[in-house]
């Protein structure tokens, strides 16, 4: 088993920033990739960014959030970031940090073993 926990998330004006955090616990040594996926009211989760755990660190970006947002990794920490900049009333949800066993880049949610609880970011206009 894989425990995340996700902390960071907050309340900031449009065009602020936040950084979100996803610190993985447990059988760590079997992830394979990490990602932050969202969830606004009524919507469905979708994808936001992944990135490879056991390799190089490649990575993949929404077009949403491309060239606001950088994810990165701390293997020693079994941590994964998220540094959103420019942030936009839309980018307003529930933010969730996946791990995968499997696949070593996931952008669709089924292919996320684990999940956090999940951190709130609001952004007002």
């Known amino acids: 088993q894989v425990q995340l926990v996700e902390s960071g998330g907050g309340l900031v004006q449009a065009g602020g920033s936040l950084r979100l955090s996803c610190a993985a616990s447990?059988?760590?040594?079997?992830?394979?990739?990490m990602g932050w996926f969202r969830q606004a009211p009524g919507k469905e989760r979708e994808f936001v960014t992944s990135?490879?755990?056991?390799?190089?660190?490649?990575?993949s970006y929404s077009d949403s959030v491309k060239g606001r947002f950088t994810i990165s990794r701390d293997n020693a920490k079994n941590t994964m970031y998220l540094q959103m900049n420019n942030l936009k009333p839309e980018d307003t949800a529930i933010y969730y940090c996946?791990?995968?066993?499997?696949?070593?880049?996931?952008?669709?949610?089924?292919?996320?073993?684990?999940w956090g609880k999940g951190t709130l970011v609001t952004v007002s206009s």
């Open positions: 990135i490879n755990w056991s390799g190089a660190g490649t990575y």
């Open positions: 996946g791990a995968s066993t499997k696949y070593g880049m996931v952008v669709r949610a089924d292919g996320m073993d684990y």
């Open positions: 447990g059988r760590t040594f079997s992830i394979s990739a």
